[in-house]
């Protein structure tokens, strides 16, 4: 992969490399280049490592990354800090995303450059507005409170976050017109498979809630949101 763009943007997967192979299809017929690269994150216990592995990553702007199985949340937060501290901005797409809007990675590079502490996210057609299900951080955020979702959140309720850090920022941003679809079996767009099974299993949602309540309740938002307000932007 060439120098890094000025976006990150990583994309767990687990079990799915056919999903990576229509990702990358769709990133290559609507990006405008030069503005993100693609970063995917495999477990190395996978099954289907080998298949990964075959996946065609065009060296201009992606790499395959392997390493240890540490669920959605901890892959984020293991990955982040360093993607933050040379790109403008991290984000994340889950491999069952699809930028579909020309030019996309234009658009949000453009966003996260012109605000402070930016929470961006597009149209992924189910949850539209309501949630940034794929969203981009300004890497100052992640710079200053040192991860990219609350430490102990499997899965569920991070876009919950996202949203609220945004929102309590003022730096909410929500770009209509830009198109990135949520291939999901909760819209009929794909079918049910271990991976959709096991992250929203009700023990996983039930876990997820009462650490996205405790971060509230215990006073940990607040502090990154202090910290966010008084820190100079690096």
């Not at 080998?50 to 240890?68: H, K």
């Not at 991290?90 to 699809?98: C, I, Q």
């Not at 992640?142 to 499997?154: A, E, Q």
């Amino acid at each position: 992969m060439t120098p890094t763009a000025p976006i990150t943007v990583l994309v767990p997967s687990r079990g799915r490399p056919g999903n990576i192979e229509q990702l990358i299809d769709a990133w290559v017929s609507t990006a405008a280049g030069g503005y993100a690269e693609l970063v995917v994150i495999v477990d190395d216990d996978d099954p289907h490592v080998a298949a990964y592995q075959a996946v065609d990553y065009p060296a201009e702007f992606a790499e395959l990354v392997i390493g240890p199985r540490l669920r959605l949340g901890g892959t984020l937060n293991h990955y982040a800090p360093a993607a933050a501290y040379r790109s403008l901005a991290v984000g994340f797409l889950g491999d069952d995303h699809r930028p579909r809007s020309m030019r996309w990675d234009q658009t949000i590079y453009e966003t996260v450059a012109a605000g402070r502490h930016v929470v961006a996210y597009g149209n992924d057609l189910i949850q539209g507005p309501a949630l940034p299900t794929a969203v981009f951080l300004s890497s100052s955020i992640i710079n200053t409170v040192g991860y990219f979702v609350p430490p102990g959140m499997t899965h569920l309720f991070l876009d919950n976050y996202w949203r609220r850090l945004g929102e309590t920022l003022g730096s909410l941003r929500y770009l209509p017109d830009v198109i990135i679809e949520h291939v999901h079996p909760i819209a009929g767009r794909a079918a049910w498979d271990d991976g959709y099974t096991e992250v929203n299993a009700p023990a996983v949602w039930t876990a997820d809630e009462t650490r996205f309540s405790q971060y509230v309740a215990d006073g940990e938002f607040a502090a990154a949101i202090t910290r966010l307000s008084t820190t100079e932007v690096y």
